[in-house]
């Protein structure tokens, strides 16, 4: 049950869990490129299953979404900030779903394999080519700069909406109350 001033439990649910992952990500995926140490292959291990896991659950999340419309933006909120609002998450969307598309994409291009736990291996997606590898990978690494710093607006927002203008927002993707 949800009431619409503020979101399904199970959206806020996924929406914190997918957080925590994706910023998660965002630092190993820094990691795994600014190291050559032992540490590479660990981070290598845990970024694969974990792109992998933000796709299945952006996919349900929204599919979610879809069905469950979130609760409105205040009224008093200026039309330019309601517009970047519902814009950046479009592209938090789009991005969750783009970069393991894009990851799977240029390893099936370098012929590497895509490992997840347990040895299981997923099939490429794309042929080997090392020039669209080279493309994919540059892409990647764009696309995580963009998902980056749309991540760091979108919790400035939250921050604005619960700390200066205290407007319900950040409430009803937290406590729901």
Do not use: C
């Amino acid at each position: 049950m949800s009431r619409y001033d503020t979101f399904h439990p199970v959206a806020r649910v996924l929406h914190w869990l997918m957080a925590i992952m994706i910023l998660s990500m965002l630092f190993i995926g820094a990691g795994m490129v600014s190291t050559l140490a032992e540490k590479h292959a660990a981070l290598v291990a845990i970024h694969r299953p974990l792109g992998m896991a933000i796709f299945v659950l952006a996919l349900i999340r929204l599919g979610f979404r879809l069905v469950h419309r979130p609760p409105p933006l205040p009224v008093d909120m200026p039309e330019w900030q309601k517009l970047a609002a519902k814009g950046s998450h479009w592209v938090l969307y789009g991005l969750m779903i783009l970069m393991p598309l894009i990851g799977w994409g240029m390893l099936s291009a370098g012929k590497y394999p895509v490992v997840m736990g347990g040895g299981f291996v997923l099939p490429p997606i794309l042929p080997q080519d090392p020039a669209l590898f080279a493309w994919l990978r540059e892409a990647h690494r764009y696309l995580a700069w963009l998902f980056f710093l749309t991540f760091l607006a979108h919790m400035g927002a939250a921050l604005m909406h619960g700390l200066i203008r205290r407007d319900g927002v950040l409430k009803s993707m937290t406590t729901g109350n």
